[in-house]
Every structure is written in C-alpha cells, then in structure tokens.
C-alpha cells in the first residue's frame, strides 16, 4: 500500500525519471540504440529500481499511463540526439503484457509517435516471451498492429522462457535479445558459449537482429563480436544512466 498511494504520487509529482542504457554496434562500437528503464527518484528514500514498484505498478493498472509517459520521454531524447548530430538512435522500451489490457495502448503509441515526429522505426518495443506464447489473439493483433505503425519489436529476455527459434518465425519479431544468464558465465562455462553461439546462427539465418545483454567483460565481447553478435549492451560500456549524463559522455561514442 505504501508503494500504491506514493506511486500514484510519484507520477504527477515528477518523482520518475527515464534512464538509459547504451547499446553499441559490437563491429564498429557506434551507439546504435538506448534502452529506456524506469528509475523512481523518492524524495527521503532515494532511487528506487523498478524490480520494487514495477509489480505494484502492473497489480494497479498504474503501469499504462506510466508506460505511456516512458513512451514519450524515449521519442524525446532520441530526437534530441538526432539534433545534436548522433544520427538514428533507436531507443528501446519495456512493454509488460498488463500492458496489452489497455484498448488504447496502440492509439496511443501512434499518437505519441506523431506528437513528437519520431520515425516509428527508432521506437522499439521489447516485449516478454510469455506476452508472444501465452498471450490472447487480441494481444497478438495488437502486437501486429504496432508492427504495422513500422516500430521496431524485439523479444527480450530470449531464452529464459519456453520459445524456440521456430516460434520466431510466427511472430513479426525484429531483434531478440540474449538472455544476460547466458551471458555471464562466458567463457568458462562451455554450455552457455555453445548457447549463444547457436542462438547467434539460427537468428540471423532468420534475418533477426541480435542484441546481447549483461556484457561486463572483454572475454564476453570477445567471444561476442568473434560469432558476430550485431549488438551488445552491458556494464562494460554503461550502467543506465540519465539522458542528462547520457548527453555528457556522447563524445566518449565513435
Ligand atoms: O533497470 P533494471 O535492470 O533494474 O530493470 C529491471 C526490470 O524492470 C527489467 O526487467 C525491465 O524490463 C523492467 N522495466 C524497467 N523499466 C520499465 C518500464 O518502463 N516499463 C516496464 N513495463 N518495465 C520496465
Ligand atoms: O529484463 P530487462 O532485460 O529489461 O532488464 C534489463 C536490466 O538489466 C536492467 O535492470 C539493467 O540495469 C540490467 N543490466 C544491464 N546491463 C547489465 C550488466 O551488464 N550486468 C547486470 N548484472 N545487469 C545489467
Ligand atoms: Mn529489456
Ligand atoms: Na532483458
């Protein structure tokens, strides 16, 4: 209840702010794309992570228009590199299925787009393997009417869930990103590399785009660029940050 009543506050009272999270062109270290992840600035209790009040946010429905103003501020900073010369940057948004409840969620995205005049391709939404797999025919024709808009759609998290490669082909899925579990353990645990690497092969003879998430060191970029992982997105290059320090550290971007 306390996360409740002060959530409710916290979005009116401009207590939420978008981080960012670079994403890098793993063959010539470009960034190529942001991740928008919701940080909650609590007046006495400091930053809050979405894993404490994005739960509470879906039980209450406050997820949809939270999601909605994520939406916007995303449009915004990537028309804001855009202006300061950093050419197409797309940036990326989490979409949870509560989401999908919404009759208006995909009115609203198009509004949104056309408000701040962003090509619908630099807006990406990452949904969750559960929203393609479990999700209603209503939920998979909103999915396909978001495609439609020209937005850019990735599977994130992929590999935690039951999907396999075959499943992509259903859905009109751009990128998936590879789980950062698999990641993590690189290069000493055999499984996950032989994993990643597979992964790598099957999505690209698909003509998807590979994001891998969760890069802390040299050894998993290594092991990354060498499959030809497309994308890459982790610690070693950044931690989330605010489009202010985002804005600051640009120069550090070939
Ligand atoms: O930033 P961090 O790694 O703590 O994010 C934790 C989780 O919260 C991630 O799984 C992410 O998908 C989710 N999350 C972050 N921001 C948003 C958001 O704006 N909307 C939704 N639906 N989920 C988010
Ligand atoms: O579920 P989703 O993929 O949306 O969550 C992204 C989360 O991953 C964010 O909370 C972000 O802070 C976290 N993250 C991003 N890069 C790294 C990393 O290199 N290592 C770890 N441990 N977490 C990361
Ligand atoms: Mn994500
Ligand atoms: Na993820």
């Known amino acids: 209840l306390f996360v409740e009543n002060n959530l ?7 207590e939420l702010e978008v981080y960012y999270q ?7 270290g470009q960034l190529t794309g942001l991740e ?12 809050i992570n979405p894993d404490q009040f994005i739960s509470v946010a879906e039980e209450t429905g406050l997820i ?16 804001e590199l855009a202006a300061l010369g950093m050419g197409e ?14 009759p208006d969620l995909v009115g609203s995205i ?6 701040e005049q962003l090509p619908p391709h630099l807006l990406e939404l990452e949904l969750t393997e559960s929203l393609l797999l479990e999700g209603t025919d ?43 579990s698999f990641i993590k353990d690189i290069p000493e645990n055999q499984d996950d590399m032989e994993i990643t690497s597979a992964v790598i092969a099957m999505a690209h003879n698909l003509k998807l785009k590979v994001v891998a998430e969760g890069i ?29 320090e985002l804005i600051e550290r640009l120069r550090r971007y070939p």
């Open 8 to 14: 409710r506050r916290a979005l009116t009272q401009n």
């Open 110 to 115: 198009a509004a949104i787009l056309d408000e």
């Open 216 to 244: 802390e060191t040299a050894a998993q970029l290594a092991f990354l660029r060498r499959h030809k992982c497309d994308v890459g997105q982790g610690y070693l290059f950044d931690r989330p940050i605010s489009s202010r």
């Open 138 to 180: 209503d939920t998979r024709q909103q999915v396909a009417r978001l495609k439609a808009l020209g937005l850019t759609l990735a599977m994130d998290d992929f590999g935690t869930g039951y999907s396999s490669l075959s499943y992509l082909k259903k859905f009109p899925i751009d990128v998936i990103k590879i789980d950062r």
């Open 36 to 47: 928008a992840l919701l940080r909650w600035l609590h007046p006495e209790k400091g930053m």
């Open 22 to 28: 670079p994403k890098l062109c793993l063959k010539t």
């Open 89 to 102: 940057v797309q940036v990326a948004i989490n979409l949870s299925p509560k989401q999908f409840t919404d």
């Open 64 to 79: 949809i228009p939270i999601g909605k103003w994520v939406a916007r501020q995303a449009c915004r900073v990537s028309q």
